[in-house]
């Protein structure tokens, strides 16, 4: 399969989990609704979440299971785990001391 | 999710997909839910949804493919499409299974043989460290020859190499337990021999270290120096099934050779000496006169290593210890008994050495070689059937031609296509393969019971896993080698399956040779099968007509035993006559007569005498009888010996005071070379006892061939039990013999002679079984049952061959003719004669046959040389062999090429022209 050229591809993930950090468990289109209520410069193609949701799902970031919505409807709702929590926080420090570089660069140079 | 539930995961494709669907459903069902909400009609809101959500079907392909393992997925597809390609050609399948199979399964009897026999190690603890230990007499021409009592002390006092070293004897005994009474092969060893071994009883005990060995003998020696051993003994565990049923023995007393012993022990299960089939386990004593008797050699040794020290050290040692063994022993080299000693070959004339081989070496003998050989050749028969089963796929290609060029236009990579070929190569010898396990193992339960004791450690061969691992990777192998043989041709780049029939054309012509390399590689293995069997069969012919000395038609023959402690001298002697007069008397018995030695299967007597008129220059440094044969009356005529010079044996020699003696040709031309042996005399010898009375020689017989038809004759010498048999003798020769072998030449076949005398030996003593009743004949064949297995299954190998190469060539041949009807047709309708069309096609059958035959001798002859130590009375060059070898092939390959060349000329241009 070829890559889309998505500007999200790399920080699709981390977003996901921050938000199933944040937020509890969520089914996919409550995580799409999160993403787009976050910030409107993030546009991502709706479907796209899927294959990442799954791929982390198999990775043991998160995981999934079958609610009922308050529709009475069946969904797969996804929640993070320990390793999730700990991948997250890794991502976030190596964000730091990128951004703090990056400052550091702009301030002194 | 771990790789293993994505594997799981292909099966469940279907699920996997249902749940993806739903989630995406969802998804947009939500997204539309709150569109409507928001006051957009339905429609659009679907539309909108959709939009946004993006390429559904490329989402959830690439989400699939996170969930299960694709390329798992890609095989699966392949093998359920294979299998039902399969099921639409079931001719080719089964054919191309069917070859495969019998590959496989011959490869894989051979496998198993490899396996048990040759490679897995011997039942012993540790046993790579075991040696077997013998010695040599190069001026008698002995090279695997028994060790002294003092030989064996001094070795044990003297090496550093190894850990113990034990010493052992083999024979047989008469076992009377309850009111059974069996003759059973013993095996008579000391404690240091057990612990070497390292074989341990199930019950009871190991003999006492006080039990064995020197000073452990009860009792006074019987006459002739038989020394007696401490009353125990162990018996196996199988005779404590066959003959004692399993029930509770230890601390028992039985009778063996006519003495009360008590069992002390038994064995575990499969304990052995040396393949033996060992019954009865027998304490070795032996006395301070066994050890001053140097030169008395009856014992065979085995040692385990040290640890530390590897057999190459250790034959290091060994030579050393030749050279200064006389040395250590403080002992002046000479001849006699005082004088005898290890000396190293550089002594010449006089040289003695201790020699050792590893026991797995000892216990396989030629067995090793014989198996390779079957080994080779069976990989021959298989890369033959792959030959074969690749030009079906070849064939098969050529048809389903228009399937793979719809495949490739559609988008089909030439990676695809070759997958899939060889996906069904594999399926095809995988089933191939497992229907081969199957005929193999029926193959193996149909050898080892027909031949028990045709291959050493033939109880080990059996279809464990390492055999069946082995069969597997081998069918995979085959399919793989036979899948891109097929599929050589793809080779040919962009186009392959391109619709022009000029681009048809050649990739058929290169088909074609392909196909015809195969034929010609088919038929030079196929030679270089037939021609190895063909030698082998020749060997076993040979061995079959050499002239053994004697008359074997219609003998029968059995043994009997009366042992020393049950029978007085003279008794045994009487007991013997009796036998003979009741047999004689019988109806359809035209003689009958008993001697100790049964030719064929003898052992070396080698026993020192004194010969008048010798001159030491011309043969060996002291003379030596090698076979002793003491006979009862009627001994040559019954057996059927001519004599050379004088006579045999007549009735008035029993009672004369003259003792006679007749020898073989061997004898006196050793030892009176150029004199008339007739009137010479010579005496066994013994030190210090002048009182040997001289023997007078009054004839010389045909030699007949003592220890098997391949081995030369030794010197023997025949003397007439009658004229010995004395009260007080003085030596072991004078001594009535304990065992004795009758023959009776009949006309009745065995098994009507066996009540009869089974009944006569029981009405004159109850206690002697008749053991080994059977026909010379009988003996004769298990002499050479060896090689005559061998020889066998070649000759069957060589047979699957030929059927193979005949398949080949006519199939391809057949293929042809089908292939080039057109061009036939239009030749014959122009006017072309059918003979030529006939010939055309013969030759193109025969061309590639002859073109391997040449490359398969070529072969043949060097795959020959290697069977060189198998053969008798054969050169591995053999012309005859090799005549006959082509031929057969050239034949077969005419023959099959026949019926599609005669099918050629007799087409039908009219019917052909017509159809186009």
């Given amino acids: 399969m070829a890559t889309r050229p998505d500007t999200l591809q790399g920080s699709l993930p981390l977003l996901i989990l921050t938000i199933l950090d944040r937020r509890g468990p969520l089914h996919g289109y409550a995580i799409t609704g999160h993403i787009q209520s976050l910030s409107d410069a993030l546009r991502v193609e709706e479907g796209s979440l899927y294959p990442a949701l799954h791929r982390m799902e198999e990775a043991g970031w998160i995981k999934a299971r079958t609610i009922v919505t308050e529709h009475n409807r069946r969904a797969r709702a996804y929640e993070i785990t320990s390793a999730g929590r700990r991948h997250l926080g890794i991502e976030e420090a190596r964000w730091r001391s990128i951004t703090d570089a990056v400052n550091y660069v702009l301030k002194h140079a | 999710m771990s790789w293993l539930s994505r594997i799981v995961n292909v099966f469940r494709s279907s699920d996997v997909d249902r749940v993806l669907d739903e989630e995406i459903a969802f998804h947009i069902e939500s997204r539309v839910a709150d569109l409507v909400r928001d006051g957009m009609p ?142 059973v092969r013993s095996a008579i060893v000391d404690t240091p021999l057990l612990k070497t071994l390292g074989v341990q009883p199930i019950q009871g005990r190991l003999f006492a270290s006080d039990e064995t060995g020197t000073n452990s003998a009860r009792g006074p020696s019987l006459p002739g120096g038989v020394v007696l051993p401490p009353p125990v003994a162990m018996i196996s565990y199988e005779l404590w099934q066959s003959a004692f049923g399993g029930e509770p023995v230890v601390g028992r007393s039985v009778d063996v050779d006519g003495r009360r012993v008590q069992v002390v022990g038994v064995m575990a299960r499969g304990a052995d000496l040396l393949e033996s089939h060992t019954d009865i386990w027998l304490p070795l004593a032996f006395t301070e006169d066994d050890r001053s008797a140097r030169d008395n050699h009856g014992l065979t040794l085995i040692g385990r290593l040290k640890d530390t020290v590897t057999p190459a050290a250790a034959q290091a040692e060994l030579d050393t210890l030749m050279a200064s063994w006389a040395e250590r022993a403080h002992i002046t080299p000479g001849s006699g008994h005082a004088g005898h000693v290890f000396r190293p070959l550089s002594a010449g004339r006089d040289a003695h050495i201790l020699q050792m081989t590893p026991l797995m070496d000892r216990i396989l003998g030629r067995a090793n070689r014989s198996i390779w050989v079957l080994q080779a050749a069976v990989a021959l028969v298989l890369l033959m059937a792959c030959a074969n089963v690749a030009n079906l796929l070849l064939v098969r290609a050529e048809v389903r031609y228009h ?22 190569s594999v399926m095809i010898s995988i089933v191939g393969g497992a229907l081969g396990v199957l005929f193999a193992r029926l193959a193996i339960a149909a050898v080892v019971h027909a031949f028990p004791d045709s291959l050493p450690r033939i109880n080990n061969v059996a279809l464990d896993a390492p055999v069946l691992m082995w069969s597997f990777v081998i069918a995979t192998g085959c399919g793989l080698l036979v899948g891109l043989a097929s599929v050589m041709q793809l080779d040919q780049g962009v186009g392959t399956y391109a619709f022009t029939s000029a ?55 059995f043994s009997i035993t009366l042992p020393p402690s049950s029978f007085e001298l003279l008794g045994r002697v009487h007991l013997y006559q009796r036998i003979l007069d009741q047999i004689r008397a019988k109806p359809g018995v035209r003689a009958a007569t008993a001697m100790t030695g049964l030719p064929l299967a003898r052992t070396l007597d080698a026993s020192q005498a004194e010969i008048s008129n010798y001159i030491a220059a011309s043969g060996p440094p002291i003379p030596s009888i090698e076979y002793y044969q003491r006979v009862m009356s009627d001994y040559f005529e019954t057996m059927g010996i001519p004599l050379v010079q004088g006579r045999g044996f007549r009735s008035s020699d029993a009672v004369s005071a003259t003792r006679v003696a007749v020898v073989n040709e061997t004898l006196a031309s050793t030892y009176w070379k150029g004199l008339n042996p007739v009137g010479q005399r010579l005496r066994p010898w013994i030190p210090g006892s002048d009182q040997n009375p001289w023997f007078t020689v009054i004839g010389v017989a045909k030699d007949v061939k003592q220890a098997g038809v391949d081995q030369p004759a030794g010197s023997e010498v025949y003397l007439l039990v009658d004229q010995l048999a004395t009260d007080s003798p003085t030596t072991w020769v004078a001594i009535s013999p304990t065992t004795m072998n009758v023959v009776v030449r009949a006309t009745v076949p065995v098994s009507t002679l066996a009540p009869m005398i089974a009944r006569v030996v029981h009405d004159l003593d109850p206690t002697v079984p008749v053991a080994n009743l059977r026909g010379m004949d009988e003996v004769f064949a298990e002499s050479i049952r060896r090689p005559r297995l061998l020889s066998q299954l070649l000759a ?93 092939i050239i034949g077969i390959a005419a023959l099959a090429s026949w019926f599609p060349a005669w099918r050629a000329s007799r087409l039908d241009p009219n019917a052909i022209l017509r159809a186009e």
């Fill in chain 2, 42 to 183: 339905r429609d659009a809101a679907d539309a909108l949804a959709r939009r946004q959500f993006g390429n559904r079907l490329q989402r959830r392909e690439e989400s699939r493919e996170v969930r299960l393992m694709p390329w798992v997925e890609a095989l699966v597809r392949d093998i359920r499409l294979a299998a039902r390609g399969l099921r639409h050609a079931p001719v080719f399948a089964t054919v191309a299974i069917v070859t495969l199979a019998l590959g496989i399964g011959v490869n894989t009897a051979i496998l198993s043989i490899v396996n048990g026999v040759l490679l897995r190690p011997l039942s012993y603890p540790r046993s790579t460290q075991l040696m077997y230990l013998t010695t040599q007499l190069p001026a008698y021409g002995f090279s695997e020859f028994w060790v002294s009592v003092a030989e064996y002390l001094e070795f044990r006092q003297f090496n550093n190499s190894f850990a113990e070293v034990g010493a052992f004897s083999t024979g047989e005994a008469n076992l009377v337990a309850g009111d059974r009474s069996l003759r």
């Fill in chain 2, 403 to 424: 399937e793979f060029a719809l495949l490739q236009a559609l988008g089909a990579g030439r990676g695809r296509l070759v997958r899939r070929s060889i996906v069904e």
């Fill in chain 2, 503 to 557: 681009t048809r054309g050649s990739v058929r012509a290169t088909r074609h040779r392909l196909r015809r390399t195969l034929v010609i590689v088919e038929t030079a293995l196929a030679v270089m099968v037939v021609a190895c069997a063909g030698l082998l069969v020749r060997t076993v012919h040979n061995l079959t007509v050499v002239d053994a000395g004697f008359n074997r038609s219609r003998l029968a023959t």
């Fill in chain 2, 796 to 888: 069957l190998f060589s047979g699957l061959a030929l059927l193979l190469a005949a398949l080949g060539t006519y199939g391809v041949l057949a293929y042809s003719v089908t292939e080039r009807r057109h061009e036939i047709g239009i030749r014959l309708a122009l006017g072309a004669n059918r003979m030529r069309v006939l010939r055309h096609v013969l030759m193109q059958g025969l061309v590639p046959a002859l073109i391997g035959v040449a490359i398969g001798l070529t072969g043949a002859l060097v795959a020959s040389r290697l069977l060189t130590s198998l053969l008798f009375a054969v050169e591995p060059t053999d012309v005859a062999t090799m005549a006959i070898a082509v031929e057969s």
